[in-house]
């Protein structure tokens, strides 16, 4: 199976900032990356998909990058909305493969 | 609107078996390869299963084959998951999923979850 490797597990950050999140693959996995929202208590929602295409709904602020085996999630100005846990999905291989999550916290 | 509905959660004790159940609205159920999603408490997301359109294809997470078997019914628009033998580390809420496969497994779509409690 592949693994997904998150990091930071945690992030602590301001409104307006500018956050950064990765996703390291332990095989290569050509741009079957997907990217998830979950707030507490909720579903995941899901942000990106295929490494860099923005699902409908999603704010532009949303972004991601990578191919191969290193993959990024970028919100360029965080807004009170998108404190939540991130995570990063597999989709090339089964069985699909989630990273163990991102915590996004407010500084 | 899509919308996806599990119900079927309870409590059981360990070795005893539950039946997951969701129903789906608002999208061609039968052209769709759907999948379970588990979260144990505090914990990240785990695949479990998923299956193809026709039900010719099924495919299970090493640590539930042999006990969990997805099914579906596509004149009844809905998704089972039938759970035996059932542990504690099965505890979790359990999602169903609508997989999208605009470009290999991506979930586009979630019901709200059904909480599964393994426990004597």
């Known amino acids: 199976d592949i693994q997904m490797t998150q990091s930071p597990s945690s992030l602590s950050a301001s409104v307006g900032d500018r956050v950064t999140i990765t996703c390291r693959a332990s095989?290569?996995?050509?741009?079957?990356l997907n990217w998830y929202q979950q707030k507490s208590g909720k579903a995941p929602n899901l942000l990106i998909y295929?490494?860099?295409s923005l699902q409908s709904g999603v704010p532009s602020r949303f972004s991601g990058s990578g191919s191969g085996t290193d993959f990024t999630l970028t919100i360029s100005s965080l807004q009170p909305e998108d404190f939540a846990t991130y995570y990063c999905q597999q989709g090339y291989s089964t069985p699909s493969t989630f990273g163990q999550g991102t915590n996004l916290e407010i500084k | 609107e899509v919308q996806l509905v599990e119900s079927g959660g309870g409590l059981v004790q360990p070795g005893g078996s539950l039946r997951l159940s969701c129903a789906a609205s608002g999208f061609t159920f039968s052209s769709s390869w759907m999948t379970w999603v588990r979260q144990a408490p505090g914990k990240g997301l785990e695949w479990v299963a998923n299956i193809k359109q026709d039900g010719g294809e099924k495919y299970y997470v090493d640590s539930v084959k042999g006990r969990f078997t997805i099914s579906r019914d596509n004149a009844k628009n809905s998704l089972y998951l039938q759970m035996n033998t059932l542990r504690a580390e099965d505890t979790a809420v359990y999602y169903c999923?609508?997989?999208?496969?605009?470009?290999?497994?991506?979930?586009?779509?979630w019901g709200q979850g059904t909480l599964v409690t393994v426990s004597s």
């Open positions: 295929a490494a860099s």
């Open positions: 095989q290569t996995i050509s741009s079957y």
């Open positions: 999923a609508r997989d999208l496969r605009w470009f290999g497994e991506l979930f586009g779509y």
